[in-house]
């Protein structure tokens, strides 16, 4: 059970930054895995890991981000962000943001907001501008020490990974 839980939490993605990524597309989940409907991006991440994925897509558990994550900027044209919202919406909403800057992300961002805004921000700082998607799947609250998500927001999951694959398909590199 241990193991089972351990290899759960881990995922299988593991991206070599020495390889060519002028030509792919990064889908980078975020989240906390521990709290419920907030592990949204993560959760999708490892439903994906599951699939088969076009060639030109890579994608990430970005954990709770922060600045560790700054080194895939550099490497990747387009970035899709996936993140849980409280944002008022019903449950399991999908938005769609093109964001330029730090504060065209919500408000309302989960609850590691301020460190993946303050990662924008230090991006744009850096003059790294990749073409920078988010994709968010609103939820209502933080459940501490829970791993599965609401039925609202797993229904989500299928909506959320089409329109992953639509919006990598719409912006990468040809």
Known sequence: MAYDLAKSLIGKSVINLDED????????????YLMGDEGV??????????????DYVDVLDGGTGGFFLMNYFDKYPV???????????????????????????????????????DMIEAIYLQDLRPDIH????????LVPMKMELSEQVEKAVPKAIKILLETAEKYRVK
């Open 79 to 117: 970035v899709i962000f996936l993140d849980a919202t409280m944002d008022g919406k019903p449950a399991g909403s999908i938005s769609v943001i093109r964001p330029k800057f730090a504060a065209d992300f919500p408000s309302a961002l989960s609850v590691h907001d301020v460190g993946l805004k």
């Open 21 to 32: 990524k002028s030509k792919k597309v990064l889908i980078l989940g975020v989240g906390n």
């Open 41 to 54: 991006g993560v959760h999708i991440i490892y439903e994906m890991e599951e699939i088969k994925l076009p």
């Open 134 to 141: 988010l994709i968010t799947i609103s939820i209502e609250d």
